[in-house]
Every structure is written in structure tokens, then in C-alpha cells.
């Protein structure tokens, strides 16, 4: 791009600028009414990544086997067991009222009162199955006393639905994924725990539903602290840098004109939000007000110099346009790659991201000089401040660093904290780091029925895995059943899974059953009939359904569910290594494995997918600001030198990440895969600046002087008020997620700074390169 | 000279960034694919879903547990406990030992295995087998070489060359014997379904029924004397002998609805062990009984008893210990 179109633009934009101007604000009028429809809500299936094998079984599968939106309700007694009749008519009155909770999946609400959950008895009578507890609870002292030996008796109950210290029932509820709406879920099933609680019991729930719908409740406290730091951003930015109504009030109208237009256009393409893309509204505001801020900067400097208000905004539009375009073309190029990852959610923001980029090369660009040309007095900015004095000193000590001696120590100690941080990095987690939910804090009320859960059951996550069948009847085979049996025990020998259950685990209970309950029995049959017998007695009397947990009804597939202590990253890779390690020496003749459905399947799928595509992305990232670069500098090596701050970035917020135990998830990865293009614009415009003023000043060290103490000013204007912003996010967000995400851009705008201001004068100093010395 | 030789190291650093770049995208890629790969985990003494049924204990302390999946696990006195290389995926249901090389353990199908060198290698041995079942549940050694094991079918055998070589020594009928006892080389009972009880006096050559005052099955049988003896059963059956065994009581009362599955005298009292965590003891006369939990968190339940001094070892859904009135679950290293 010539430098002589920069400024035809610009005298083109600030000539029209009344129709400019009316343009903007008509398309801010035609997309005012759709930007406030966006739907901000939580759409599982957009969590997923489709294509994945793990998430094919688990969409085949789920309505039989457990989806992956269960909800957990545990019922614990305050004293003693349950086994007593006031707790047990609580279960039941539970288990029966979340029929009514919307989106339910009726045949998928388990617990000891519910009917599907049987006990089978032999006796002079002959083999009954009859329901646990159902239709009635037990009253007398004895009847209490036989459902409790009944219970720990029953393998396929004691320990799963009834705690092993009989002190707590779980009550399990799966939902229709397509009519389920978190917030809704999670309001119904607390009126209805309301009505049983008392000091007789502690009811505790967690699942994924309860996590989003609690993430939910916290958006009006999410969106106050959004528009309260940027309240507190106008603030700062009037009180200690600008001084000015104007100087205020124009990086916040970009911010509220892009702001519309995106979301305008995101509505319009059908593309919702998520309740915790608040944060990359927050980064992207972050952004627009960093162009719209480094504007204002370029023409308070060129206005000092004795030039006309509106000869200032159109100079000011002509030397930004193109650092301005690079950067937002680049920034949007870095956002757009994260659509390669194939999860729907990621690409929703990837594409909203963008969009709202391309917004800001309009909003930030064009619009803040336009609308400065419109400013009455000449000296608005024309302030001396103590702050801003302060600054100056501080780009003094700058620019002494990048012409002496000490550039060489900075970049060292930059090289050095790069190295360390390549090593800390490589810890980074794929997947969470800590047991429950990170998006809340350890001490929250969810986060600590988790650990209940986990204390008393099991655990908490489950994942089931499929034996698919050639023939019918294939589960009644032997050998098939054996090697069920086989890999749950390979399997459970990790510490994270807490326990598995099977086809093969009811044969084997029913075979102890109908020899009189002697655990000596405690086996599969030795061949097909058998095994079918022992199926029939179970089956018979029962509901259509009632299998279906264990198998489909031609027995030629069997889920076999696993109960993982949590679903961290490092817990779902060593049990699907182990799961694949054992299919890999062990797949029997006749059947196949396919893994893996449940929460712990399709969260080990995403982990996966996240894994493959995280670096992908920041190849794709650099090879984007390879080819802006290059187009716009006309030379490949321009893209070192505006690649060497991003790389820095990326490395240190990932080591960060790594040693302040944040893993690398869905919600993690849009702020850091978005945050690739984040303060790439800060380098970009001192290193613009550099090479406009070296054709001016024709040396080097004058010119690094200007641009560190001119566009480098802009830098600290525009992120000094950022990272301060981050702050009340940061201390008062009821979301850890949020407070992490805070601290994490804080970080990363103050990493691009620093690197706009020592390090790229520093670089270009030690090396000279051709393309700017050419320029003179 | 100088330019140039600039303007080359912004070249090798931009080619050496991108390459290593790229280079970890590539590596990343193809590690994603493979994906992690499983730590290695050495095979646990035992784990959750091992149901140990039978043990025996050895005058060196050295104690003996065989179970599910062909597991048979061999603790040496305040040492360590080691899994043991059967050779086989088959339930054992009970295991006895001469002493701490020599051991033979029972199991599903028919199948005995035998150890001479303390379990380093494990052998599998023949035995006369019935056409219908073949499940061998309990195996008792004595001196001499010799061992009874008993099991589905009426089936009645008898080993004198440390469990090489095996003889059936009754009819096949259709009824499983769970456990046998002798007192001596003569006298011997063998216990089983149906409130079945058998006798020998002439060393298992024949046998003869005993009349049994119930109908439910019997499970372990254990005399503390050549007159004094004790047979539990399911659904917390007790009956007691006090005349050598010729006629059979039942306890009166009812001291537990468990079932009952080991029983040992310890030189003190009956203990017998059984379902739901169970724990049934009896006074030296067999007359006051009492039942109780091993623990009240213990609900699991537990199929046999070897008794070494104080110290009782009990097997079953867990592995534990009994001794001075506590419960302690086993920890293994």
C-alpha cells in the first residue's frame, strides 16, 4: 500500500465526512434493534466437536447410556443412614417431581425410589425382580431394616446409588439436550430441593446443567463489571491522561459503535453469545479503545505542531491508516484461524471476534480522526498534566535503553525469560488442572458438592465406553462378557476412575442371586444360554427401558460406564491411554470397543481436538502476520520483528498459565487463541513510527527517539487504563474463570507494550534493517 | 561489510523463529495423534474388584489368599504381600497350605493348582472331573501330603502326594458339598447344600449321611475338639455337635439373618463371618451367641477365617484383619 493512498483516504474521509459520519450512525441505527436480540445462553452441542469419534458414540449413544448433561442430586442424611422413613419419602418425592423439571429425560431419572431400579430375590417363590422402592416407602422398623440389607446386598446399588456408609442416596437425571435451557434446569430443581430440605438433610447437586446455570446467575454481575471497567477506563483515561470531554468520550463511542454493529451482525447471522464471552467483549473493547486512543494520541502530536484541527485529523488518519489497517487486518487474520478448530462455540467466536475487529478498522480507524475534525477548540489537548509528564520521563528512560548500552541487557533478559518460559510452558495442561469446576472458585458451593460427591461416591464424572457386536445376542457370550469383565478391572487400576459397572457385572450379580446370594456365585454363566437365562430373569416383569442401561434389546451392544473422581485434563488422557492400550491388546473376536461418550467422553474429545488445534493456531497466526507484513512493508523481514512481540506474548502467558495451575480448555482457549492479535498494533505503530520518521529525521537514533516517545505514548495511553480495568475483574468477579482471564490480559497487554517499547527500538537499532534505512 | 553481515542475522533469526515454529506445530500434531501414552502400573496385590475367598496361614506367619481371576497372593510375616503367576484366569475358591513353599489352591471347572517353591511357579494338575459341573470350593490339607477338596456334584477328592495327583472319593450326585473338616486321619464331616452332612470314620472311604436339623445350605464346618464342633450355614444357620459330631443342633434363636461363610475356633471362641460385614462369635459351649458388624463401615461381605494366634485374617469383598476386638483392613505394598 503507497503512502500517497493513505492519504488520498484521508483527505477523502475527512472532506466526506458528514456523509461518512451519517453513514456510520445509519448503520448503527439499522443494527441497534438486532444487536440487543442476541441470545446469550450455553448450547452443549456447540461445546462439541462434532466430528470427533468420541462424540459420534456419545450422540449415538447417550439416550441409552448417560448424556453428558446428568445432574447428580445427593440426599445425606445429617445423622446416622437414610434408612429412615422421613429421608427415603424426601428421595422419593424428589425423584418424582423432577419428572416436572423441563427438557427431562423421564426414563433417565434413577435413584432407589425410582421403578426402574430393581432388586432380583430368589426364594421358595421362585426368581422375582422387584423394584428397590417403589410405589411405597417403607414405615415400619423392619421393613426399613430389610431395604437396608437389600441394599448392601445389591452391587448394581450399594455403593452407587446408596453411599457405601448408607449416609447418603443419589437421585441421577438426564436431560433432553435439544430442549434443555441451564438456567431454567437449574431454577425448577432448586424449587423443587427447596420443598425438601430441612435440618434432617443436606442436598447437595452438581453436573453440567447446575454449572452453566450457576455461571448464568452470575451474567448481571458479569455485564456490571464489564460496563464498570469501562466506566472506570473513561475515568482514567479523563482524569490522568486526556483531560479532555472529547479525548474521553471518543474511545468510548467507538467502543459503543463497534460494539452495536457486531452484534448487530452476529444477531443477524444467527450467531448467539455465551454468557462467559463476556470476557472477549471485554478483549476486543480492550482493542478498540487501544486504536481509537492511539489516534487521538497522533493527532494531539500533530496538532502541537501548529496544524489546523481538521489538517491534524486528516494527517493523523494518513500516517495511522496503514499501521492502523496492518493491525487490524492482522488482528482479525489471528482471530478468524481460530475458526479451524472444529467446535462450533470456538468458531461462533472466532467469527463474532472478527467481525467485530473489521468493526474497529471503521470505528477506530477512520471514525475517531473524523469525528476529531469536528473539535471546537485547538488546544483541547494541549494540556500539561503531572501524569502525563510522568509518562514522558518513562519513554525518555525508554528510548536511553534502545539507543545505549542496555538495549543488549534488555533483549538478554528478554531472551532468558523467553527460555525459562518455554520450559514452564510446556507444563501447560490441556484439558482442567484442578477436581470440579474452574470456571468457579475452590471454596464455591458447587465446586464443594463435588468434592461431597466424590467423598462419598464413586465419582462424580462419568464416561462410558461401547462393545458393539457383530450378531445378536453377542452379549451373552462368554468370552465377550469375560473381557468386559477384564477391561473394567485393567481400566479401574487407574486411581482416578472410582469404579465402572456392566452387562457383565448384572449377569454376574444375578447368577450370585439364584444361588442363594453366595458371593461364590459371583460370576458370568459358562456359555450363551446361561447367560440368557440369567438375562430373562431379569428382564421379566419389567418395563420396556429397564435394560437399556446395560444393553440394547437384542443384547448386541453393551455400555459400559465409568465413574472418573473428575475430569481434569491429565485424568481423561491416562484413562483413554489406558482404555486404547487395553482395546489395542485386547479386542476379542466378534465385537469392537468404540470409546468414549458421557461427560468424560466428550470432554476427553474436546481436550483432544483443543490439543491438535491450539498450536495450529499459532502457526497460522504468525503465518498471517508473514503475509500482512510482507504486503504492507514490501520486505519478509518486517514480519520478524512484529512476530517477536506476539511470540513473546503467547510463551509468557502460556507459562504463566502453567504455573498459576489454569489449563488449557473451550473457555480458556478463545481468550488466548484471541489474544494472539492482542497490543500486536502497539509494535506495529512504534515500528510504523520509526520508519515514517526516519525518512523525516534521516537518522536512527532520532527516529526511534519520536516514535518512542510520540507512538509510544499512544501505547501506554491506551494500555496503561487496560490493565487497570482488568482489576476489578480480577479482585470482585464471583466467576474464577473471570479473574483469571483478567490477570491473563492484563499480562498480555503489558508484555505487548513493553515489547512495542523496548524491544522493538532495541531490535531495530541493533540490526538496521534495509527496509526502513531505504526509506530515507 | 558490516549491512550485510546484519542483514544476514535478521535473516537466519526470521528462517530459525519460523522453522522452530512450525517444527513444534508438526511434533505437537503427531503427539496429539498418538495421543498419551499410558503410564506404566504394575499389577496391584489387590484392587477393588478382587473378591478373595479363601486364606491360610502357615506356622511361619506366611499367610495365603486365592481368589477371583486366578489371583492367589502370598504374604510373608511382617513383609511384604506379592501376587503370585497362576497361569490361570479361572475363580479360585480356596487355598491351604503344608507349610510356606507347599500349597494348593481350588477353583472354578475343576481346577487345582499346586506350588513347590513357595508360589514362584504354580502348576496345574488333573483331576476327575463330572460331565455337568466341576466347581471345587473348599480344599483342606493335613499332614503327610495329603488334602480334601470338595465341590459341585457330590464331589468328594482326595490327594495324598501334596496335590499332584488326585481320587474322587464319592458318588456323583446332584448337590455341591461346601467345605469338609477331619479331625483326625479316620474322621472326617463334609457339609453342603440342602442342610446336607456327611460323616466318615474310616478316612473318607465311605461316608454316611448325618441327619441334619435344617433345610438351608451349610457352608464351613470347625470342631475345636474331637467332640465339640460347629457348622454355619446361609441365612446365619448355626448348629453345634457335642458329641463328636454324631447328632447336630441348631442354635436356638435367631443370632443373625446373614449368611454365614468361614468359621474358625480360635482356642477361645467361634468366629464366623458371612455377608453384610457380619462378625457371629460363640462362647467355648456353643450356647451364647451374639452377632455384630467387624466394623459398622464394614458392610461388605467375607467367606473365610485363618486363624494364627490372636491375630484372625478374614477374606472376602475386603481383606483384613481381626485382632484385640478391632477390625483393620489390610494394606498391601
Same mark, same amino acid.
Given at each position: 500500500?503507497?503512502?500517497?493512498?493513505?492519504?488520498?483516504?484521508?483527505?477523502?474521509?475527512?472532506?466526506?465526512?458528514?456523509?461518512?459520519?451519517?453513514?456510520?450512525?445509519?448503520?448503527?441505527?439499522?443494527?441497534?434493534?438486532?444487536?440487543?436480540?442476541?441470545?446469550?445462553?450455553?448450547?452443549?452441542?456447540?461445546?462439541?466437536?462434532?466430528?470427533?469419534?468420541?462424540?459420534?458414540?456419545?450422540?449415538?449413544?447417550?439416550?441409552?447410556?448417560?448424556?453428558?448433561?446428568?445432574?447428580?442430586?445427593?440426599?445425606?442424611?445429617?445423622?446416622?443412614?437414610?434408612?429412615?422413613?422421613?429421608?427415603?419419602?424426601?428421595?422419593?418425592?424428589?425423584? @418424582?417431581?423432577?419428572?416436572?423439571?423441563?427438557?427431562?429425560?423421564?426414563?433417565?431419572?434413577?435413584?432407589?425410589?425410582?421403578?426402574?431400579?430393581?432388586?432380583?430375590?430368589?426364594?421358595?417363590?421362585?426368581?422375582?425382580?422387584?423394584?428397590?422402592?417403589?410405589?411405597?416407602?417403607?414405615?415400619?422398623?423392619?421393613?426399613?431394616?430389610?431395604?437396608?440389607?437389600?441394599?448392601?446386598?445389591?452391587?448394581?446399588?450399594?455403593?452407587?446409588?446408596?453411599?457405601?456408609?448408607? /449416609?447418603?442416596?443419589?437421585? /441421577?437425571?438426564?436431560?433432553?439436550?435439544?430442549?434443555?435451557?441451564?438456567?431454567?434446569?437449574?431454577?425448577?430443581?432448586?424449587?423443587?430441593?427447596?420443598?425438601?430440605?430441612?435440618?434432617?438433610?443436606?442436598?447437595?447437586?452438581?453436573?453440567?446443567?447446575?454449572?452453566?446455570?450457576?455461571?448464568?446467575?452470575?451474567?448481571?454481575?458479569?455485564?456490571?463489571?464489564?460496563?464498570?471497567?469501562?466506566?472506570?477506563?473513561?475515568?482514567?483515561?479523563?482524569?490522568?491522561?486526556?483531560?479532555?470531554?472529547?479525548?474521553?468520550?471518543?474511545?468510548?463511542? /467507538?467502543?459503543?459503535?463497534?460494539?452495536?454493529?457486531?452484534?448487530?451482525?452476529?444477531?443477524?447471522?444467527?450467531?448467539?453469545?455465551?454468557?462467559?464471552?463476556?470476557?472477549?467483549?471485554?478483549?476486543? /473493547?480492550?482493542?478498540?479503545?487501544?486504536?481509537?486512543?492511539?489516534?487521538?494520541?497522533?493527532?494531539?502530536?500533530?496538532?502541537?505542531?501548529?496544524?489546523?484541527?481538521?489538517?491534524?485529523?486528516?494527517?493523523?488518519?494518513?500516517? =495511522?491508516?496503514?499501521?492502523?489497517?496492518?493491525?487490524?487486518?492482522?488482528?482479525?487474520?489471528?482471530?478468524?484461524?481460530?475458526?479451524?478448530?472444529?467446535?462450533?462455540?470456538?468458531?461462533?467466536?472466532?467469527?463474532?471476534?472478527?467481525?467485530?475487529?473489521?468493526?474497529?478498522?471503521?470505528?477506530?480507524?477512520? =471514525?475517531?480522526?473524523?469525528?476529531?475534525?469536528?473539535?471546537?477548540?485547538?488546544?483541547?489537548?494541549?494540556?500539561?498534566?503531572?501524569?502525563?509528564?510522568?509518562?514522558?520521563?518513562?519513554?525518555?528512560?525508554?528510548?536511553?535503553?534502545?539507543?545505549?548500552?542496555?538495549?543488549?541487557?534488555?533483549?538478554?533478559?528478554?531472551?532468558?525469560?523467553?527460555?525459562?518460559?518455554?520450559?514452564?510452558?510446556?507444563?501447560?495442561?490441556?484439558?482442567?488442572?484442578?477436581?470440579?469446576?474452574?470456571?468457579?472458585?475452590?471454596?464455591?458451593?458447587?465446586?464443594?458438592?463435588?468434592?461431597?460427591?466424590?467423598?462419598?461416591?464413586?465419582?462424580?464424572? @462419568?464416561?462410558?465406553?461401547?462393545?458393539?457386536?457383530?450378531?445378536?445376542?453377542?452379549?451373552?457370550?462368554?468370552?465377550?462378557?469375560?473381557?468386559?469383565?477384564?477391561?473394567?478391572?485393567?481400566?479401574?487400576?487407574?486411581?482416578?476412575?472410582?469404579?465402572?459397572?456392566?452387562?457383565?457385572?448384572?449377569?454376574?450379580?444375578?447368577?450370585?442371586?439364584?444361588?442363594?446370594?453366595?458371593?461364590?456365585?459371583?460370576?458370568?454363566?459358562?456359555?450363551?444360554?446361561?447367560?440368557?437365562?440369567?438375562?430373562?430373569?431379569?428382564?421379566?416383569?419389567?418395563?420396556?427401558?429397564?435394560?437399556?442401561?446395560?444393553?440394547?434389546?437384542?443384547?448386541? *451392544?453393551?455400555?459400559?460406564?465409568?465413574?472418573?473422581?473428575?475430569?481434569?485434563?491429565?485424568?481423561?488422557?491416562?484413562?483413554?491411554?489406558?482404555?486404547?492400550?487395553?482395546?489395542?491388546?485386547?479386542?476379542?473376536?466378534?465385537?469392537?470397543?468404540?470409546?468414549?461418550?458421557?461427560?468424560?467422553?466428550?470432554?476427553?474429545?474436546?481436550?483432544?481436538?483443543?490439543?491438535?488445534?491450539? =498450536?495450529?493456531?499459532?502457526?497460522?497466526?504468525?503465518?498471517?502476520?508473514?503475509?500482512?507484513?510482507?504486503?504492507?512493508?514490501?520486505?519478509?523481514?518486517?514480519?520478524?520483528?512484529?512476530?517477536?512481540?506476539?511470540?513473546?506474548?503467547?510463551?509468557?502467558?502460556?507459562?504463566?498459565?502453567?504455573?498459576?495451575?489454569?489449563?488449557?480448555?473451550?473457555?480458556?482457549?478463545?481468550?488466548?487463541?484471541?489474544?494472539?492479535?492482542?497490543?500486536?498494533?502497539?509494535?506495529?505503530?512504534?515500528?510504523?513510527?520509526?520508519?515514517?520518521?526516519?525518512?523525516?529525521?534521516?537518522?536512527?537514533?532520532?527516529?526511534?527517539?519520536?516514535?518512542?516517545?510520540?507512538?509510544?505514548?499512544?501505547?501506554?495511553?491506551?494500555?496503561?487504563?487496560?490493565?487497570?480495568?482488568?482489576?476489578?475483574?480480577?479482585?470482585?468477579?464471583?466467576?474464577?474463570?473471570?479473574?483469571?482471564?483478567?490477570?491473563?490480559?492484563?499480562?498480555?497487554?503489558?508484555?505487548?507494550?513493553?515489547?512495542?517499547?523496548?524491544?522493538?527500538?532495541?531490535?531495530?537499532?541493533?540490526?538496521?534493517?534495509?527496509?526502513?534505512?531505504?526509506?530515507? | 561489510?558490516?549491512?550485510?553481515?546484519?542483514?544476514?542475522?535478521?535473516?537466519?533469526?526470521?528462517?530459525?523463529?519460523?522453522?522452530?515454529?512450525?517444527?513444534?506445530?508438526?511434533?505437537?500434531?503427531?503427539?496429539?495423534?498418538?495421543?498419551?501414552?499410558?503410564?506404566?502400573?504394575?499389577?496391584?496385590?489387590?484392587?477393588?474388584?478382587?473378591?478373595?475367598?479363601?486364606?491360610?496361614?502357615?506356622?511361619?506367619?506366611?499367610?495365603?489368599?486365592?481368589?477371583?481371576?486366578?489371583?492367589?497372593?502370598?504374604?510373608?510375616?511382617?513383609?511384604?504381600?506379592?501376587?503370585?503367576?497362576?497361569?490361570?484366569?479361572?475363580?479360585?475358591?480356596?487355598?491351604?497350605?503344608?507349610?510356606?513353599?507347599?500349597?494348593?489352591?481350588v477353583?472354578?471347572?475343576g481346577?487345582v493348582?499346586? *506350588? @513347590?517353591?513357595?508360589?514362584?511357579?504354580?502348576?496345574?494338575?488333573?483331576t476327575p472331573?463330572?460331565?455337568?459341573?466341576?466347581?471345587l470350593?473348599?480344599v483342606?490339607?493335613?499332614?503327610?501330603? @495329603?488334602a480334601w477338596a470338595v465341590g459341585?456334584?457330590?464331589m468328594i477328592l482326595r490327594s495324598?502326594?501334596?496335590?499332584?495327583?488326585w481320587q474322587r472319593r464319592s458318588?456323583?450326585?446332584?448337590?455341591?458339598?461346601?467345605?469338609i473338616?477331619?479331625?483326625?486321619?479316620?474322621?472326617?464331616?463334609?457339609?453342603?447344600?440342602?442342610?446336607?452332612?456327611?460323616?466318615?470314620?474310616?478316612?473318607g472311604?465311605?461316608?454316611?449321611?448325618?441327619?441334619?436339623?435344617?433345610?438351608?445350605?451349610?457352608?464351613?464346618?470347625?470342631?475345636?475338639?474331637?467332640?465339640?464342633?460347629?457348622?454355619?450355614?446361609?441365612?446365619?444357620?448355626?448348629?453345634?455337635?457335642?458329641?463328636?459330631?454324631?447328632?447336630?443342633?441348631?442354635?436356638?434363636?435367631?443370632?443373625?439373618?446373614?449368611?454365614?461363610?468361614?468359621?474358625?475356633?480360635?482356642?477361645?471362641?467361634?468366629?464366623?463371618?458371612?455377608?453384610?460385614?457380619?462378625?457371629?462369635?460363640?462362647?467355648?459351649?456353643?450356647?451364647?451367641?451374639?452377632?455384630?458388624?467387624?466394623?459398622?463401615?464394614?458392610?461388605?461381605?467375607?467367606?473365610?477365617?485363618?486363624?494364627?494366634?490372636?491375630?484372625?485374617?478374614?477374606?472376602?469383598?475386603?481383606?483384613?484383619?481381626?485382632?484385640?476386638?478391632?477390625?483393620?483392613?489390610?494394606?498391601?505394598?
Amino acid at each position: 500500500m503507497a503512502q500517497g493512498l493513505s492519504e488520498k483516504i484521508a483527505e477523502y474521509c475527512i472532506r466526506k465526512r458528514l456523509h461518512l459520519v451519517s453513514a456510520f450512525l445509519l448503520l448503527t441505527a439499522v443494527l441497534l434493534i438486532p444487536s440487543m436480540r442476541v441470545d446469550v445462553k450455553t448450547v452443549f452441542a456447540d461445546l462439541l466437536p462434532m466430528h470427533h469419534p468420541f462424540v459420534q458414540v456419545h450422540e449415538q449413544y447417550k439416550d441409552s447410556y448417560g448424556g453428558a448433561n446428568i445432574v447428580s442430586i445427593m440426599v445425606r442424611a445429617t445423622e446416622g443412614d437414610i434408612f429412615r422413613y422421613g429421608i427415603l419419602k424426601k428421595i422419593q418425592g424428589i425423584t @418424582r417431581d423432577l419428572r416436572t423439571v423441563s427438557g427431562v429425560n423421564e426414563f433417565q431419572i434413577v435413584s432407589i425410589a425410582a421403578r426402574k431400579i430393581k432388586v432380583v430375590t430368589a426364594g421358595t417363590h421362585g426368581i422375582a425382580a422387584t423394584p428397590l422402592m417403589w410405589p411405597d416407602v417403607p414405615d415400619s422398623q423392619a421393613e426399613l431394616d430389610a431395604l437396608r440389607e437389600t441394599v448392601v446386598s445389591s452391587p448394581m446399588v450399594y455403593g452407587i446409588f446408596v453411599s457405601r456408609d448408607l /449416609s447418603a442416596a443419589l437421585i /441421577s437425571v438426564d436431560f433432553v439436550d435439544e430442549r434443555m435451557q441451564c438456567r431454567i434446569v437449574c431454577d425448577e430443581i432448586y424449587a423443587i430441593l427447596g420443598t425438601y430440605s430441612d435440618a434432617s438433610v443436606d442436598i447437595s447437586i452438581i453436573g453440567e446443567p447446575v454449572l452453566q446455570g450457576h455461571v448464568e446467575r452470575f451474567l448481571p454481575e458479569t455485564l456490571m463489571l464489564f460496563f464498570a471497567s469501562i466506566a472506570l477506563f473513561g475515568f482514567l483515561l479523563y482524569v490522568f491522561f486526556m483531560r479532555s470531554w472529547w479525548g474521553t468520550a471518543i474511545p468510548l463511542f /467507538s467502543v459503543l459503535l463497534s460494539t452495536i454493529w457486531a452484534l448487530g451482525i452476529a444477531s443477524l447471522l444467527g450467531i448467539d453469545a455465551s454468557p462467559l464471552g463476556i470476557v472477549i467483549a471485554f478483549l476486543i /473493547s480492550a482493542q478498540v479503545i487501544s486504536y481509537s486512543v492511539q489516534a487521538i494520541n497522533r493527532f494531539d502530536i500533530v496538532h502541537a505542531g501548529n496544524v489546523s484541527i481538521a489538517g491534524a485529523a486528516q494527517r493523523s488518519l494518513g500516517s =495511522l491508516f496503514r499501521p492502523g489497517m496492518l493491525s487490524v487486518v492482522t488482528d482479525a487474520g489471528c482471530k478468524l484461524v481460530v475458526a479451524l478448530t472444529p467446535i462450533v462455540f470456538l468458531q461462533k467466536s472466532s467469527f463474532i471476534g472478527s467481525i467485530w475487529l473489521l468493526c474497529i478498522a471503521l470505528t477506530g480507524v477512520l =471514525l475517531t480522526p473524523v469525528l476529531l475534525s469536528w473539535l471546537p477548540h485547538a488546544d483541547t489537548f494541549n494540556r500539561q498534566i503531572s501524569f502525563t509528564h510522568g509518562i514522558d520521563y518513562a519513554l525518555s528512560l525508554c528510548t536511553t535503553i534502545a539507543l545505549s548500552g542496555w538495549r543488549y541487557v534488555v533483549l538478554g533478559a528478554t531472551a532468558m525469560v523467553l527460555t525459562v518460559c518455554i520450559f514452564l510452558s510446556s507444563d501447560l495442561v490441556v484439558g482442567d488442572v484442578h477436581p470440579g469446576s474452574p470456571l468457579l472458585w475452590p471454596d464455591s458451593e458447587y465446586n464443594q458438592s463435588v468434592a461431597e460427591f466424590n467423598r462419598l461416591f464413586p465419582g462424580t464424572d @462419568r464416561l462410558f465406553v461401547v462393545l458393539e457386536g457383530v450378531k445378536k445376542d453377542a452379549l451373552k457370550e462368554p468370552h465377550l462378557l469375560e473381557n468386559i469383565l477384564a477391561f473394567q478391572r485393567y481400566v479401574e487400576r487407574r486411581p482416578e476412575v472410582g469404579g465402572s459397572n456392566s452387562i457383565a457385572d448384572l449377569i454376574a450379580a444375578m447368577k450370585q442371586v439364584i444361588y442363594e446370594g453366595n458371593p461364590r456365585y459371583n460370576e458370568i454363566g459358562d456359555d450363551v444360554l446361561s447367560n440368557g437365562e440369567l438375562l430373562y430373569l431379569y428382564v421379566q416383569g419389567s418395563n420396556p427401558g429397564d435394560i437399556d442401561y446395560y444393553t440394547d434389546v437384542e443384547y448386541r *451392544t453393551a455400555g459400559i460406564t465409568f465413574f472418573l473422581r473428575d475430569h481434569r485434563g491429565q485424568t481423561l488422557k491416562s484413562v483413554i491411554a489406558r482404555m486404547k492400550e487395553y482395546i489395542r491388546t485386547h479386542m476379542p473376536e466378534g465385537a469392537r470397543y468404540r470409546l468414549a461418550g458421557g461427560i468424560g467422553g466428550v470432554t476427553a474429545a474436546v481436550n483432544e481436538v483443543i490439543y491438535t488445534s491450539q =498450536l495450529k493456531i499459532a502457526v497460522y497466526a504468525l503465518l498471517i502476520i508473514l503475509v500482512t507484513a510482507t504486503i504492507t512493508y514490501r520486505t519478509v523481514v518486517a514480519a520478524f520483528y512484529l512476530m517477536v512481540p506476539i511470540v513473546l506474548s503467547s510463551i509468557i502467558t502460556y507459562a504463566f498459565m502453567a504455573t498459576s495451575g489454569i489449563g488449557l480448555n473451550i473457555n480458556t482457549l478463545p481468550v488466548v487463541a484471541l489474544g494472539v492479535g492482542l497490543g500486536v498494533n502497539y509494535s506495529i505503530y512504534v515500528f510504523d513510527f520509526i520508519k515514517e520518521s526516519y525518512t523525516e529525521h534521516g537518522t536512527l537514533q532520532a527516529a526511534i527517539h519520536d516514535a518512542v516517545h510520540h507512538a509510544g505514548r499512544g501505547v501506554v495511553l491506551a494500555a496503561l487504563p487496560l490493565v487497570v480495568c482488568a482489576l476489578p475483574w480480577y479482585f470482585l468477579s464471583s466467576l474464577k474463570f473471570l479473574s483469571d482471564m483478567a490477570l491473563l490480559i492484563a499480562i498480555w497487554i503489558s508484555i505487548s507494550a513493553a515489547s512495542a517499547l523496548f524491544i522493538i527500538p532495541g531490535l531495530v537499532f541493533i540490526l538496521k534493517p534495509d527496509f526502513i534505512l531505504s526509506s530515507k | 561489510m558490516k549491512r550485510k553481515s546484519l542483514h544476514s542475522i535478521e535473516w537466519v533469526l526470521f528462517i530459525v523463529c519460523a522453522a522452530a515454529l512450525l517444527l513444534a506445530g508438526g511434533i505437537s500434531g503427531r503427539y496429539a495423534a498418538e495421543t498419551a501414552v499410558s503410564d506404566a502400573l504394575p499389577e496391584p496385590v489387590l484392587e477393588p474388584r478382587d473378591r478373595i475367598y479363601g486364606v491360610a496361614v502357615v506356622d511361619d506367619g506366611t499367610v495365603w489368599m486365592a481368589g477371583s481371576n486366578g489371583k492367589v497372593v502370598r504374604c510373608v510375616h511382617d513383609g511384604g504381600c506379592m501376587v503370585q503367576q497362576t497361569g490361570t484366569v479361572r475363580h479360585l475358591q480356596d487355598i491351604a497350605a503344608w507349610d510356606a513353599r507347599r500349597a494348593v489352591a481350588v477353583g472354578n471347572n475343576g481346577l487345582v493348582i499346586v *506350588t @513347590r517353591d513357595g508360589g514362584a511357579s504354580w502348576k496345574k494338575v488333573s483331576t476327575p472331573r463330572s460331565e455337568i459341573s466341576n466347581k471345587l470350593f473348599k480344599v483342606h490339607v493335613y499332614p503327610g501330603g @495329603r488334602a480334601w477338596a470338595v465341590g459341585e456334584m457330590g464331589m468328594i477328592l482326595r490327594s495324598d502326594t501334596w496335590g499332584e495327583t488326585w481320587q474322587r472319593r464319592s458318588d456323583e450326585r446332584d448337590l455341591a458339598w461346601n467345605d469338609i473338616l477331619f479331625t483326625d486321619t479316620l474322621r472326617g464331616w463334609v457339609v453342603g447344600e440342602f442342610g446336607s452332612i456327611m460323616q466318615t470314620v474310616d478316612g473318607g472311604m465311605t461316608w454316611c449321611a448325618v441327619p441334619s436339623p435344617v433345610q438351608s445350605s451349610l457352608t464351613a464346618i470347625a470342631f475345636k475338639d474331637r467332640l465339640h464342633g460347629v457348622i454355619a450355614g446361609l441365612s446365619g444357620t448355626i448348629l453345634t455337635t457335642i458329641d463328636g459330631g454324631l447328632s447336630w443342633h441348631k442354635v436356638s434363636g435367631q443370632v443373625t439373618q446373614e449368611h454365614l461363610l468361614g468359621l474358625a475356633w480360635d482356642g477361645a471362641e467361634w468366629f464366623s463371618v458371612g455377608t453384610g460385614g457380619v462378625l457371629v462369635r460363640g462362647d467355648s459351649s456353643g450356647r451364647q451367641w451374639r452377632a455384630d458388624r467387624l466394623s459398622a463401615e464394614e458392610l461388605l461381605w467375607h467367606s473365610d477365617i485363618a486363624v494364627t494366634g490372636a491375630r484372625k485374617y478374614i477374606v472376602g469383598g475386603t481383606q483384613g484383619t481381626w485382632e484385640k476386638g478391632r477390625w483393620k483392613l489390610m494394606e498391601y505394598n
